[in-house]
């Protein structure tokens, strides 16, 4: 079975995205803490060890990039950092800003409230950005969940 590593890379974010998401929405209000039984301390811990995990497949990609680059390897590959539609561009600027301010709300929340609060109005906003554009993302390769029809032979034509 020969699997490429950015398919792989590409469903495991997707699933560390997804949980991060959903145990994010419970932190956020009463209006989405129903996701996890209103339990916010276990979606804190949740979303901080999955954020940890972010952090190191954003690092194994940017390293992947890096070698793919210096060995000169110019053959397209649709899930990695760097792409043709320009969506993977905004994955990567969206990502860094997530891990931003992250690290800063993990960091900072018992020292500097200001620079908290910033970082929550940003990472929160940036998620609803980002829940969108995968929505759409998602909607652009639906292409890739329907079965392919049986294409008919081709026929002589009748004069």
């Known amino acids: 079975m020969n699997v490429k590593f950015d398919f792989v890379i590409h469903w495991i974010w997707t699933i560390i995205f997804t949980l991060l998401a959903l145990s994010g929405l419970t932190m956020v209000g009463s209006r989405f803490s129903w996701i996890m039984n209103n339990d916010i301390a276990s979606a804190d ?18 390293i992947h990039e890096m070698i793919r680059g210096c060995k000169n390897n110019d053959k397209k590959q649709a899930w990695m950092i760097i792409g043709k539609s320009g ?28 620079a908290v609060a910033f970082a929550l109005y940003v990472h929160e906003k940036l998620t609803y950005i980002v829940v969108g554009s995968l929505i ?24």
Do not use: E, S
């Not at 940890?52 to 690092?59: G, N, R, S, W």
């Open 45 to 62: 811990i949740i979303h901080r060890v999955l954020a940890a995990i972010f952090v190191v497949l954003t690092l194994i990609t940017i």
């Open 136 to 159: 759409w993302h998602i909607y652009v390769k639906c292409h890739a969940l329907i079965w392919p029809k049986k294409t008919a032979a081709p026929t002589q034509i009748k004069k």
């Open 87 to 114: 969506y993977q561009v905004f994955t990567f600027i969206t990502t860094l800003i997530f891990i931003i301010t992250g690290i800063i709300i993990w960091v900072c929340m018992d020292t500097n409230m200001a």
